[in-house]
């Protein structure tokens, strides 16, 4: 089946830096990518939609400078946290769609910043 | 854009009893509706799916209903297992986008 391989799926990292996610398509072309932020003991949040060969599509209330989004391949999406701050910590999840499978998800990045 | 109501929030269960989680949806034009159950830590896991042209779609002990004129789906689990406790996330597509919104969630535990 369809495979999205993410990476890290855990990293901590300082006040003020910035942490990249990656996720990758294995065995399909991936044109478009959700990524998603889950706190503790809530729902998935859409953050935006990655669509290769174009801009990143930000839902209301999500900075795109804080947050950035590069789809660089048909098999390739990061996400960049900038600045990080203790209130980004959080699980980043990402998805693609897949005609076959429905929404194939990453494993999922555990971000603490501290 | 779509709006993805769950109830409830919270289930407990005796292990061998049903468990009933319901869902309601905004957009009329969303046409897939998922339901996963997560793991602590873990990625979402796809348990069963309808799309909007099925009214029911069951899968051993699992199975789902959906009301298009209503927009609301639940999920049915009969003969509950210790082993279904978790959460579970309902979601519907938009159909611009192709986004996919997830409802609040549902806590269930199953009481051996």
């Known amino acids: 089946g369809a495979v999205v391989s993410q990476h890290p799926s855990r990293v901590i990292c300082k006040s003020g830096t910035s942490v990249k996610i990656e996720c990758r398509s294995l065995d399909f072309q991936a044109t478009t990518m959700f990524w998603y932020r889950q706190f503790p003991k809530q729902s998935l949040m859409l953050m935006a939609t990655?669509?290769?060969?174009?801009?990143?599509?930000?839902e209301q209330g999500v900075e795109k400078d804080k947050f950035l989004i590069n789809h660089a391949s048909l098999t390739l999406s990061t996400l960049t946290v900038t600045s990080a701050h203790p209130e980004d910590s959080s699980f980043y999840i990402c998805?693609?769609?897949?005609?076959?499978?429905?929404?194939?998800f990453g494993s999922g990045t555990r971000l603490t910043v501290v | 854009g779509e709006n993805v109501e769950q109830h409830p929030s919270t289930l407990s269960v005796q292990e061998g009893d049903s468990a009933v989680i319901k869902c309601t949806y905004s957009d009329s034009a969303s046409n897939y509706f998922p339901w996963y159950k997560q793991e602590l830590g873990k990625r979402p896991q796809l348990i069963i799916d309808?799309?909007?042209?099925?009214g029911e779609k069951k899968d051993q002990r699992i199975a789902v209903t959906l009301n298009k004129t209503a927009k609301h789906f639940s999920l049915h689990i009969t003969e509950t297992q210790p082993e279904d406790s978790a959460v579970y996330f309902c979601?519907?597509?938009?159909?611009?986008?192709?986004?996919?919104?997830f409802g609040g969630g549902t806590r269930v535990l199953v009481k051996p």
């Open positions: 990655s669509n290769e060969g174009s801009k990143a599509t930000y």
């Open positions: 998805s693609a769609p897949d005609r076959f499978y429905g929404y194939t």
């Open positions: 979601a519907a597509n938009q159909a611009a986008g192709n986004k996919l919104t």
């Open positions: 309808i799309r909007s042209n099925v």
